[in-house]
């Protein structure tokens, strides 16, 4: 796995991380780390400083700054964007990669919607969003994509710097797809379960979040239709 490098962005995580840190080792450990965080969040810096992993301090803000800092800092043939609160199971990277040269792809989607996978980390809510975000994706950008806002994602990094990706927030998770479709750069997806957070507080917040990726959407497609 010295090919792949997984960015993982990490807020306020001192509980999880170190848990998530664990199971990647055992399961790759020739595998490259890079840790996303701001520079102030000390607690969990203090939790994962031993590891063997890079941890890059955060220039910007955001969620999506966090994922767009670790892709220019990534030197591998692959980038897989990872998530901190140990959701994202492991297993799936090995089969992604897989699915990846087999298929000759340029992006692989995890998706929480298809057959074979599922959530455990949805609330009703957020299942609802989920699912009507990647609706008017499909609808209205022709994105061919299951599950739109999990970026549980394996690329080829030269795509991901080709996209030059701009979104400092969550909106980053309808950037990546939409600039894939634009550029013509083939993906597909696989099944994912999504496990429950091991630990710490989840940081979307479902409403506010959710209304700036609607915004987002809609320039996007009216970005398009007026081209």
Known sequence: MKEITLIIP???EPNALPI???ELKRNYPTINILIIMQK????TFEAIKNYDCKIIFQTGMGYGN???EGIKHSKTTYSCIFYADGSTDPKYISLMLEKSQNENLDLVFGSRYEKGATSFDDDIITRIGNYLFTFLGNLFMKLNISDLLFTYILAKTTKLNEMKLSQNDYCL???IPFKAKILKFKYSTIPCVERKRVADKKKVK???DGLKILIYMIKKYLQTINR
């Open 10 to 12: 990490a807020k306020k």
């Open 20 to 22: 998530v840190l664990n």
């Open 40 to 43: 102030n969040d000390e607690e």
């Open 66 to 68: 966090a994922i767009v």
């Open 173 to 175: 998770c309808v950037e």
């Open 206 to 208: 479902a409403f506010s």
